[in-house]
């Protein structure tokens, strides 16, 4: 339906006065505004003056990563630039977003716009703002009742992608690096061995080629499906990299990374695998964006991994952390539990990764708690595993079907209550597992826990 420019204006005008309300109410204002302009005016992205560059960051995993990283450094060499970094990544967080770099008419006060945007809102914005530059990290299996699988997605993604978009794209993701093939593209990846990953994971959601129906014959495989394959029957299989991690030393915290202008050396921003494909793909859409690569390479010196997703701290000797290990994401809770094992010293593990409004509001499909690999858990390091939540029993027989001991389980049906269940003298580090919606509760156990070793063992 397509509204008048003066349903827009009255729309704009209202929504404005809304935002400063809100900010004086002391509210962040990243959804409610773009939820009030789609309400009063259905076209409204349509007809907000739109950035001169549009960069979009898609993808399953690590895409608000990516988009903060990418952020950080565009601020550190002085872009003035729309971001959604602490908002929405679905259509109302993109109209707050940009929303708050206009004026009280809907002009754009920037050139550049950094947006993480959701797989499945694509159809809602792209027709409105099609990107210059997409960048879109990985596609795999999440969210089963709203995404089924990763090949819907990326049909979703290509009956959106315009012609003139250039792709930014993960070499060895041969779901995501086939995205609009017509299109102008350059891939990345990482050439070496990583060294703190392992491949046998209990699904791939690309195992036969997808022109003929032949199995692909894998050179490697990092985890799940992400590595370097090709077809025997014809001639569909992985590109070449434009940009790679060639070599990763953790001792030293370094890794090389080959470009298009030469071979440098960066600050790894962590040890787990997925944080090194999210630095080279924001380190090649920083290139592709027009920035130096020592430009770069000086800001990643600053850079960390955002202490939402991954907090650290030592107490009374042992290492207390939070580890972001989104609920109805198998691949995401995988490559947490894989980094867990790799990790030196003795485990302890405390998961509290179920989805909230599922929990509160619907019925959850758990078909994804059972393609998650606990068997990365079963392993000696790991001393003791708390299971907490509504779903606390069916995460219990889960474990049990990945082998892990009985006597290493415990169950808790509520959150909050979890720090109560933990022995803190089994082990050196103790990794609370959390969702994006359940942070505060995470939070909450992670004082408890905090509170407890300072004062040397006892209950909070």
């Known amino acids: 339906m397509k509204t008048s420019k003066v349903r827009f204006y009255v729309t704009i005008s209202i929504v404005k006065i809304a935002t400063k309300i809100l900010k004086l109410l002391g509210r962040n204002a990243t959804h409610l505004p773009g939820w009030m302009a789609n309400k009063l005016c259905p076209d409204f992205l349509g007809h907000l003056e739109k950035p001169e560059r549009l960069v979009y960051i898609t993808g399953t995993n690590g895409k608000t990563t990516v988009s903060n990283l990418t952020a950080e450094v565009l601020k550190d060499n002085g872009y003035d630039f729309i971001n959604n ?22 002009k754009s006060k920037c050139k550049l716009a950094i947006l993480e ?20 990290t990985n596609l795999f299996r999440d969210s089963y009742k709203r995404n089924a699988h990763a090949e819907f997605i990326s049909s979703v993604l290509n009956s959106q992608i315009p012609k003139h978009t250039k792709l930014i794209l993960n070499g060895e993701d041969l779901i995501s690096n086939h995205l609009a093939m017509g299109n ?9 061995p990583d060294g703190h990953s392992s491949s046998d994971n209990i699904i791939k959601d690309i ?77 090649s859409l920083l290139s592709e964006l027009g920035l130096k690569m020592p430009q770069i390479q000086e800001s990643f010196e600053k850079v960390k991994v955002a202490a939402s997703r991954y907090n650290s701290e030592m ?12 609920g109805q994401n198998p691949i995401a809770c995988s490559r947490v539990c894989d980094f867990i094992q790799h990790e030196p010293g003795t485990k302890t593990v405390v998961c509290m990764v179920d989805d909230y409004f599922d929990a509160k509001e619907t019925s959850e499909n758990i078909a994804w708690i059972f ?44 959150e909050v209550d979890a ?19 359940t942070l505060e509760y995470a939070e909450k156990v992670y004082q408890d826990l905090k509170k407890r070793l300072e004062e040397g063992g006892e209950k909070a």
């Open 85 to 106: 970094a602490s908002g929405s990544n679905v259509s109302e967080g993109v109209i707050s977003a940009l929303l708050s770099k206009s004026s009280f008419f809907g």
């Open 371 to 414: 393609d998650i690999d606990f068997e990365f858990l079963n392993d000696d390091s790991v001393k003791q595993i708390v299971l907490t939540g509504a779903r606390n029993a069916d995460y219990h027989l889960r474990l049990l079907m990945a082998g892990i001991p009985e006597e290493k389980i415990v169950c808790c049906e509520k």
């Open 184 to 192: 102008e593209r350059c891939y990345f990846g990482i050439r070496c």
């Open 207 to 283: 195992v036969a080629c997808p022109n003929c129906g032949a199995m692909l014959k894998y050179d490697y495989i990092r985890y799940n499906h992400i590595g370097r394959a090709h077809c025997p029957n014809c001639d569909f299989g992985s590109p070449e990299m434009d940009y790679s991690v060639e070599k990763i030393d953790y001792e030293s915290q370094r890794c090389l990374i080959r470009t298009p202008d030469g071979t440098y050396d960066f600050k790894l921003i962590g040890n787990n695998v997925t944080d090194i494909y999210n630095m080279i793909a924001a380190i």
């Open 419 to 437: 720090a109560d269940y933990v022995d803190i003298l089994l082990s050196d580090k103790i990794y609370l597992l959390y969702d994006v919606y």
């Open 117 to 136: 945007v959701d797989e499945r809102y694509s159809p809602l914005i792209y027709p409105y703002m099609p990107p210059d530059y997409l960048l879109c």
């Open 315 to 326: 107490v009374n000797g042992k290492e207390l952390i939070m580890n972001l290990a989104k």
